[in-house]
């Protein structure tokens, strides 16, 4: 069970790690909007490499037996995860701001937890809730105190819509969670679940912008010369924070205990970004709190 909490936990910490990087690769140059393309495709990269590996030496477990129930489960899993929650968080940033609205990922372990009672028959009993509440309420008062995360509103927003695009991003992260589980248990590979969800994500994003970006064939996605190496790491570090989620995933048996760990994301960001981007996050005494809050929360799923 130590080694599991770890792995889920590698999963936030390596995720933290991607975004951190992912603005310092901004900072250096590249566009917004070409960064989520550009680490896409990183993961793709890898984890075909780590598949060739598999697939032609027998390394890391060999390939599993295909079934096709997976593979389904795995693209639905894509759709919800890596395209429609960052889709629909857009969306509401441009209404409610990019604080509330990055905000709402915080509550997708209550969505997976809930989902996972409702449809996979796992226990959500007083501890587990108490547990995903006292995270999300802990990390959705944590996002707010992030510097540079200011709730800056476009012309004509739509409150009302802004809360519902948001309330959309965490179903779809958390539903994506158990769209995984579900795959996992037809077909144990975290790099096949990957995959699946890079090449949709990919797909998707290169057809929305082929007209005005065309083919991504150079390197201009990852912006000039000098950030390429921080677009690199961050493609890197997602790669592994998406298989450790996979993997904790699949060994883990209560799917929100995992998801509880993994999306521990925001917090390694406000500890990290001095020694990432340069700068430190505006802590506060309600900050410390704030942790304590989320980290209880944390604790509690341990416990468990």
């Known amino acids: 069970m130590l080694w599991h909490t770890l792995i889920a936990l590698s999963s936030g910490f ?3 790690l991607a975004f951190l990087f992912m603005n310092r690769a901004q900072s250096a140059g590249v566009k917004r909007g070409n960064e989520l393309l550009a680490v896409t495709l990183i993961n793709l990269t890898c984890t075909l490499v780590i598949f060739g590996f598999q697939f032609g030496g027998g390394l890391f477990g060999g390939v599993p037996t295909w079934d096709l129930v997976a593979i389904g489960w795995f693209v639905v899993a894509g759709l919800l995860s890596s395209f429609g929650g960052r889709y629909t968080v857009l969306i509401a940033m441009k209404h409610i701001g990019p604080s509330r609205a990055a905000s709402f990922k915080s ?6 937890a809930l989902a996972g009672w409702l449809w996979l028959g796992q226990s959500l009993d007083n501890q587990i809730i108490l547990a995903t509440l006292l995270l999300g309420v802990g990390l959705w008062l944590l996002n707010g105190q992030l510097k540079g995360k200011q709730s800056v509103i476009d012309s004509g927003a739509n409150l009302a819509l802004g809360w519902t695009f948001g309330a959309a991003s965490a179903a779809c992260w958390g539903l994506g969670y158990i769209a995984r589980r579900l795959g996992l248990e037809s077909m144990a590979s975290p790099i096949v679940g990957v995959i699946i969800g890079a090449l949709l994500t ?6 929305m912008n082929y007209k005005s970006r065309g083919l991504p064939l150079r390197l201009s996605y990852f912006g000039p010369p000098t950030s390429r190496m ?3 790491l961050a493609g890197l570090f997602s790669t592994g924070g998406q298989i450790a989620a996979f993997t904790a995933l699949h060994l883990m048996e209560n799917t929100a205990i995992a998801v509880i760990l993994i999306s521990l994301d925001s917090l390694f960001m406000l500890l990290f970004s001095r020694f990432v981007i340069g700068k430190s996050e505006v802590i506060t005494p309600l900050s410390f709190v704030y942790m304590l809050i989320a980290l209880s929360g944390c604790a509690l799923a341990i416990l468990h």
Do not use: D, Y
Not at 107 to 112: E, K, L, T
Not at 202 to 207: A, C, E
């Open 202 to 207: 990919s797909v998707i994003l290169i057809t």
């Open 230 to 232: 921080p677009m690199l």
């Open 107 to 112: 509550f997708s372990p209550v969505v997976a």
């Open 14 to 16: 390596l995720f933290a």
